[in-house]
């Protein structure tokens, strides 16, 4: 008998259930500590199926629940979103695992997969590409498809991607005379993409290290390497607007008599 099963006789979860399952599915918990958090979360996201947010107040908090939830619910895909750790226009390296980790989760609901995401507020509460914007940038390979080589590898480099000699590491792709390999941002292999002229002939997952294929791919979806996806358009606006603050702040130098400062960001 699974643990989260006994909660099933309890009439506080009956009326729980209900509650969400009514027109107003608001429902407040209060009295419960430690596990019993996780406990209840499993015993609900067991029923209800789909994919489920599920909010702790504090990164502490949000990885506990975490952990509990992996190992009640060995089913399901539950992930973590972690916080930035710097703000979004701070020039400041982060670690490239927690930005993987946040890609992952948004490409997963993006395609509609029932994920379980467990986030700290904090990590909620940032700003986003709208949705319609990355779902029109990520890129889709199928067996047997003609593609454009050149192209793809333009779609790459705007998804965020570096090119390298071999792929090492997630946010990589390299070309090898009719091979193109990628290694998703949120993906646990490399994959593959064999062409024979401009026809896909196989599509495989792969180790990066040992370079052994490890399966065969029907389809594939490229998500991207970056948290920021622009379109030409938005790349364009961005370009433009970065251009007349230079001339503002130019024209203050000139007026304060620093040419020296003006001439080098010419």
Partial sequence: ?????????????????????????????????????????????????????????????????????????????????????????????????????????????LLGQPALVVAPLEAALGRLTPPSAVQGAMVTLRLGERIDPRALQ???????????????????????????DVF?????????????DDEIDALRRFDAETQRSLSEEQEVVIGPASELVLDARSSAQGIAAVHRELQLQLARLRRAERVDIAARLE
């Fill in 1 to 109: 008998m699974e643990l989260t099963a006994l909660w099933h006789g309890a009439p506080e979860y009956r009326a729980l259930r209900q509650g969400l399952a009514g027109v107003a599915a608001e429902q407040l918990i209060v009295g419960l500590q430690g596990s019993e958090r996780a406990y209840l979360a499993a015993a609900l996201l067991r029923e209800r199926g789909g994919a489920a947010l599920w909010l702790a107040p504090n990164p502490a908090q949000a990885e506990r629940l975490y952990e509990d939830l992996r190992a009640l619910l060995p089913e399901r895909e539950v992930l973590y979103y972690p916080e930035r750790e710097v703000l979004p226009f701070e020039v400041v390296a982060e670690s490239t695992e927690r930005v993987a980790q946040r890609v992952r989760v948004h490409a997963r609901l």
């Fill in 154 to 180: 333009e779609s790459l480099l705007r998804l965020g991607y570096v090119r390298e000699e071999r792929v090492d590491a997630p946010g990589q792709y390299a070309v090898r005379g009719s091979i193109i």
């Fill in 184 to 196: 998703g941002l949120g993906d646990e292999a490399p994959v593959r993409v064999d062409l024979f």
